[in-house]
């Protein structure tokens, strides 16, 4: 047990490093991008909210075809791929990367390694439920595509990626600040005391 342990984390050392080698130029721009979404400062989510409403507000009164929306997206993330690793260390100055800045980075490439696993690891248990329970399977996927289906047929689509863009640039900050967790406690009493005033009820 202990010898898989090990394996698992020197994997998991080995696949942050490869990831914090090829995200090295984007390093201070992450950091930057992290700040923001764990909210350091108070005016922070709602620049966030206010960015994010001013582009989906452009997108709505531009109206591209979903070929011209694609393309531009494309041709963004080349240019942002291209100028990003060279503009960076201009904006921010490369020598004024300290030891607490490369530890966030190395916390961040290990955060979304792990988050890559979750993924895979999620996609697995969904093909071996495929394969050990197809009914299952089949009636679990079919009922959740129509239900997001009834969702997209009565709310904009548009509207629709915006409230999930903005939970998704939420979510750190929320998480960050324990907003999450509060609430889903709250909920969990909540849910816990109906529970018990139905088992009385029954007695």
């Not at 914090?20 to 721009?29: A, D, F, K, R, S």
């Not at 490369?94 to 999620?122: A, D, M, P, Y």
């Not at 595509?145 to 750190?172: C, E």
């Amino acid at each position: 047990m202990a010898e898989g342990d090990n394996k698992s984390a020197n994997l998991l050392a080995q696949e942050t490093a490869q990831l914090e080698e090829q995200l090295q130029g984007w390093g201070e721009v992450i950091l930057a991008g992290d700040r923001v979404l764990r909210w350091e400062k108070p005016w922070f989510p709602g620049a966030l909210m206010g960015a994010t409403t001013v582009l989906f507000l452009l997108i709505y009164y531009l109206d591209p075809s979903v070929l011209t929306g694609l393309s531009c997206t494309v041709m963004l993330l080349c240019l942002a791929d291209y100028l990003v690793p060279t503009l960076a260390p201009r904006v921010f100055g490369s020598n004024k990367w300290t030891t607490e800045q490369q530890q966030r980075f190395h916390e961040i490439c290990g955060n979304l390694v792990k988050t890559q696993r979750r993924v895979v690891g999620w996609w697995k248990r969904l093909c071996a439920l495929k394969e050990e329970k197809p009914k299952m399977y089949f009636a679990s996927v079919i009922s959740s595509l129509l239900a997001v289906a009834w969702i997209g047929q009565q709310v904009h689509n548009l509207f629709l990626t915006y409230l999930i863009v903005s939970f998704l640039l939420l979510l750190p900050g929320l998480n960050q600040h324990g907003i999450i967790t509060k609430y889903a406690g709250m909920a969990k009493r909540e849910i816990n005391k109906l529970l018990k005033q139905k088992e009385k009820k029954n007695e």
